[in-house]
């Protein structure tokens, strides 16, 4: 009989993402002595995380919810019978509206817990959303899993029930990200951009993750010094309007989009300085950190307690084009201080944000919710 806790990691995709480089590293890391993980995709099929989850064995089912349809109930019972019949206890879900359509398939099933990572900053969500979610969270066995400290205050100031709220911060993969396999000026050797300060951003071309403000930003940096690239690394769907705008603001010779790579930490060791000018932000950043480069980053959502100002990089006021011209240039022109802030960052990624301590304090979280629902069986 297999006695391994079973849980089904239910995602709206695994194609690139914050919350679907989660969702991966959860899959892969979780003690496979203990835990049976299958992963559940609810609207695009296929992407590079599913890929590299079959590579390592792990099960990926596609349910194929239909966006159109507020209520699919075809997808929803889809769903609701594989969580039943594959036993599943433990359901982990991510964002709107995976955490909710992962709610209403396990109503009344054997399913024992729903644990929801909060990948958003709370003050930013729609209303709906919130008031959905803290529906989900009445009832008994549903739990928020908060990336921060910042974020939990945030959450509990919007009313969510203290009580259900677990603080484990997201961590990354150092194996992965390890500035140790790879030569500096030899990546930026290949990428052509061995002489100039390198810029780089890396996440979904949305607008919230700030790629504009940051375009005119740098329209402000190029009247002062011209020996800097910006990498933008990521696709989405104002790609187009970027490459549009970098061509009116002349700062297109400036520009290097890469689209969609899965060498990112190939490319985040050519970067000089990772940026995050995000307008909402949970918590980015941390691959930067983890390959020792000073990060400058907008101050919203867990950015202060991931980055704190003038130690591990610069914080700037969201949206503010001054602010963020000003900080690059700092930092440009101060290498020796870019050293300090990338040390002392990665100090930090290895204490505190690294994959292995997110894992356990994962685990032990399941197993303490898990061992309370026994006891209370007895």
């Not at 709206?12 to 993402?17: F, K, P, V």
């Not at 003690?31 to 609207?43: R, Y």
């Not at 993750?209 to 769907?237: M, Q, T």
């Not at 000073?294 to 006021?317: C, Q, T, Y």
């Amino acid at each position: 009989m297999d006695k391994k806790t079973k849980v089904a990691l239910i995602i709206n995709s695994l194609q690139a993402g914050g919350a679907e480089r989660l969702a991966y590293n959860i899959a892969k890391r979780l003690d496979p002595s203990n835990f049976n993980v299958k992963v559940i995709t609810l609207f695009t099929p296929g992407g590079q995380f599913a890929e590299a989850l079959k590579e390592a064995n792990i099960p990926v089912k596609h349910i194929g919810y239909r966006r159109k349809i507020k209520i699919d109930l075809y997808a929803l019972f889809a769903l609701r019978k594989f969580v039943t019949d594959e036993g599943i206890d433990i359901v982990q879900s991510f964002n709107y509206p995976s955490f909710f359509i992962s709610f209403l398939s396990i109503l009344f099933t054997k399913v024992k817990f729903l644990f929801i990572f909060q990948v958003a900053d709370p003050s930013f969500e729609p209303l709906r959303v919130r008031v959905i979610k803290k529906f989900v969270l009445a009832f008994r066995n549903s739990f928020l899993i908060s990336p921060s400290d910042v974020i939990k205050e945030k959450l509990v100031k919007f009313a969510y029930p203290k009580r259900k709220i677990e603080v484990i911060h997201i961590g990354v993969d150092l194996s992965e990200f390890d500035i140790c396999r790879f030569d500096s000026d030899e990546s930026k050797k290949s990428l052509g951009v061995l002489e100039n300060v390198v810029l780089g951003i890396v996440g979904r071309l949305v607008p919230e993750k700030g790629h504009e403000i940051l375009f005119y930003a740098l329209k402000e940096v190029k009247k002062v010094i011209d020996n800097f690239i910006l990498l933008v690394v990521g696709s989405g769907p104002i790609e187009n309007e970027l490459k549009k705008l970098a061509h009116e603001l002349e700062i297109y010779d400036k520009v290097i989009f890469l689209g969609q790579r899965k060498d990112v930490a190939f490319i985040i060791s050519s970067f000089d300085i990772y940026l995050q000018p995000s307008l909402t932000e949970a918590g980015g950043g941390i691959e930067g950190m983890a390959m020792g480069k000073p990060v400058i980053a907008s101050d919203v959502g867990g950015m202060r307690e991931l980055v704190e100002n003038f130690r591990h990089g610069l914080l700037v006021k969201p949206g503010n084009i001054k602010e963020l011209a000003n900080a690059i240039l700092f930092l440009i022109e101060h290498p020796e201080i870019r050293k300090e802030f990338g040390n002392k960052g990665l100090d930090k990624i290895k204490r505190v944000y690294n994959i292995e301590v997110m894992i356990s304090k994962l685990q032990e979280l399941y197993n303490k919710n898990l061992e309370i629902h026994r006891v209370s069986m007895i």
